[in-house]
């Protein structure tokens, strides 16, 4: 279960999460990661559409992402610093929780991937001056 200082509710945040991250898409979901202050504690949220089912599928599907979300906090590297929103797509309502694993847990690693990969940009050297 994710304790209230982990979960995301204000709509700002999701929105500045889903336009200023980094995205990775598989089957069954797309998950949104940005990186936040280092001091705060990662924070998620989710998404789940009625396109996914009715009340009870989307209720199953959400219960089965937080404890994903749960178990990634549990690894202590990923437990500050992050701000990640979970968006579930059509095809998570028939998958079985071994599939949503694998698509979060690879879309996770990959967001974290383009998190920290910042471009080293050539160093600009000024023109010698001739004399």
Do not use: C, W
């Amino acid at each position: 279960m994710l304790s209230s200082q982990h979960r995301m509710r204000a709509s700002a945040d999701f929105s500045t999460t889903v336009r200023s991250g980094v995205r990775s898409g598989r089957r069954n979901l797309v998950l949104y990661a940005a990186a936040v202050n280092p001091a705060q504690p990662t924070a998620f949220g989710f998404i789940v559409s009625k396109a996914v089912g009715n009340a009870v599928i989307r209720n199953r599907v959400k219960r089965r992402l937080r404890e994903l979300a749960a178990d990634s906090l549990r690894d202590k590297q990923y437990a500050q610093g992050l701000a990640v929103v979970v968006r579930a797509l059509p095809a998570a309502a028939s998958a079985d929780f071994v599939a949503l694993e694998h698509d979060y847990r690879k879309a996770f690693k990959t967001a974290v991937i383009k998190l920290t990969a910042t471009p080293i940009a050539p160093a600009r050297v000024a023109p010698e001056e001739k004399g």
